[in-house]
């Protein structure tokens, strides 16, 4: 008998939803999202938004900008021309390439002329490396939403949509078996959800307590 080869996976993009709608809100973000949801009854013309890796900061960004008919602008360029009172998204504010010279122009140009500067971010702007002073004095008197690494109820949920994105059928008891061994972080649920989706087209396998344990065993290696 010839052994039929293992299927070779295609990465078929799958294309998130960053409607504010579909932002899943639970204890470890609701006051993240509650201030970013009050816009424009912000407390300050600038908000950090912050959060670990794969937290859905670029999806509330990104649902915000959207109603804020917000300019994206990535930090790593120069600043552009920006109509007077426009606002403006910067997401990934933190990342090492960052101009602070763009980020400390945004803070004056939205103050000075009336629109809102949203920054996103790893850690809190406080902690990031910046090598101009008076940025330095701005980022660390700015108000900070915070997401948190999810409670058990948003895992199962982003578990649940993370499947759903990718058109997957998993029963709930899997989810379950899942909850109960992984690592509490949005990343390793997406990493998982990932590795579940490659191995069982590849061995055609339904999605399984059995292939769940196989997958969460070879992440944790």
Not at 51 to 68: D, I, N, Q, V, Y
Not at 135 to 143: F, I
Not at 192 to 220: G, H, P, Q
């Amino acid at each position: 008998m010839v052994k039929q080869a293992k299927q070779i996976p295609l990465e078929l993009p799958h294309k998130p939803s960053f409607e504010m709608a579909d932002f899943i809100v639970s204890a470890s973000n609701e006051a993240a999202f509650a201030m970013i949801d009050g816009w424009p009854d912000w407390p300050h013309h600038a908000i950090a938004l912050v959060g670990p890796a794969a937290s859905g900061k670029t999806h509330l960004a990104k649902a915000w900008a959207k109603r804020a008919e917000a300019l994206e602008v990535n930090a790593a360029d120069e600043v552009g021309t920006i109509p007077p009172g426009s606002n403006v998204l910067v997401d990934g504010a933190d990342a090492p390439d960052r101009k602070d010279e763009t980020l400390f122009h945004l803070f004056n140009w939205a103050k000075e002329t009336g629109g809102y500067l949203l920054l996103t971010g790893r850690a809190a702007p406080n902690l990031w490396d910046v090598s101009l002073p008076d940025l330095r004095s701005r980022l660390a008197t700015m108000p900070v939403a915070e997401i948190r690494e999810p409670d058990d109820h948003l895992l199962m949920v982003l578990l649940v949509k993370l499947f759903s994105d990718r058109q997957l059928q998993v029963d709930l008891a899997v989810v379950d078996y899942i909850i109960r061994r992984i690592e509490r972080s949005f990343t390793a649920a997406k990493d998982l959800v990932d590795a579940i989706d490659r191995n069982a087209l590849a061995d055609k396998r339904k999605i399984s307590k059995a292939l769940a344990k196989t997958c969460l065993e070879a992440l944790s290696d």
